[in-house]
């Protein structure tokens, strides 16, 4: 199991309409989803939430199809999110 010092940063976020982007993604930990790689914890809101500073990790991945996905969890070095039509996807999914 992957202990949290050792999870991926989510290094950048463009996704600025979720609730947790204020200049980097404030959500403590995000999941990506099974559908698109999508970002599970993408949050379409004015407010503000998470922790205030941008230090999101991946804390799971659902694509068990990545090449960085070991046992359901990630081990790029970091990833980005980005807009993906409606949706924010991570854009580090590489398929196998």
Excluded: W
């Amino acid at each position: 199991m992957t202990q949290a010092l050792e999870m991926p940063r989510v290094q950048t976020c463009t996704v600025t309409q979720c609730g947790y982007n204020h200049d980097g993604c404030t959500a403590f930990a995000i999941t990506i989803g099974s559908m698109n790689a999508e970002c599970d914890t993408y949050v379409e809101t004015g407010d503000k939430g998470g922790t205030g500073k941008p230090l999101a990790q991946v804390g799971a991945c659902k694509r068990a199809d990545c090449v960085h996905n070991t046992d359901l969890e990630c081990h790029a070095p970091a990833i980005v999110v980005g807009a993906s039509g409606d949706k924010a996807d991570c854009l580090t999914y590489e398929a196998r």
